[in-house]
């Protein structure tokens, strides 16, 4: 009779715990489909068992998770980088020195000096010679950085390890 009651306690645990965790669902539909099923334990005496099933209709989300500006800049930044043959560490070095300039902004204007872009170009009309939409388009920004960071330094590295001496590159 003992085992009986720890079965039937057991049962009433597992119903209420997921009658909470169903109800804590949240953008499904849930739906319990209850079988009972009698059980003689006694000579004259029968014992109701519930089986509880649970079925979804929840299907899992699909699309990919939203990217920031800053994600897809330095996105397409890696695959311009690895087009280059430039290693992954030179990725880094990039990261680390257009972090700083400009966060991957592609809109960022320093009021200062009057430099834009993700490469903060001074000035940013520099950068007019690899596209017309230059104001707007971080691949043409990040092509024209490129460019100068190959030209003027060797590469990334090279441009971030003067800018971590001189504080500009």
């Known amino acids: 009779m003992d085992s ?4 039937r306690a057991a049962a009433v645990t597992v119903v209420a ?3 909470v965790v169903g109800s804590t669902a949240t953008g499904t539909t849930e739906a319990t489909r209850t079988t009972a099923v009698e ?5 004259g005496t029968a ?4 089986l509880v099933t649970w079925s979804t209709r929840a299907r899992p989300v699909t699309r990919p998770p939203e990217r920031s500006t800053k994600g897809r800049n330095k996105a397409i930044a890696f695959r311009l980088v690895s087009r280059r043959a430039w290693s992954h560490d030179q990725f880094r070095c990039l ?3 257009w972090t700083r300039e400009s966060n991957w902004n592609h809109r960022a ?11 903060q170009a001074l000035p940013g009309s520099k950068m007019s010679g690899s596209g017309g939409d230059w104001r707007s388009s971080p691949v043409t920004q990040i092509r ?7 030209q003027r330094y060797g590469s990334p590295c090279g441009a971030w390890g003067h800018f971590r001496s001189t504080n500009w590159y």
């Open 95 to 97: 990261d680390s020195l």
């Open 109 to 119: 204007y320093n009021r200062h000096s009057g430099a834009y872009g993700i490469p």
């Open 39 to 43: 059980r003689t334990t006694a000579p």
């Open 47 to 50: 014992e109701r068992l519930h």
């Open 4 to 7: 009986h009651r720890a079965l």
């Open 144 to 150: 024209w950085g490129l460019r100068y960071i190959k």
């Open 17 to 19: 715990t997921s009658a």
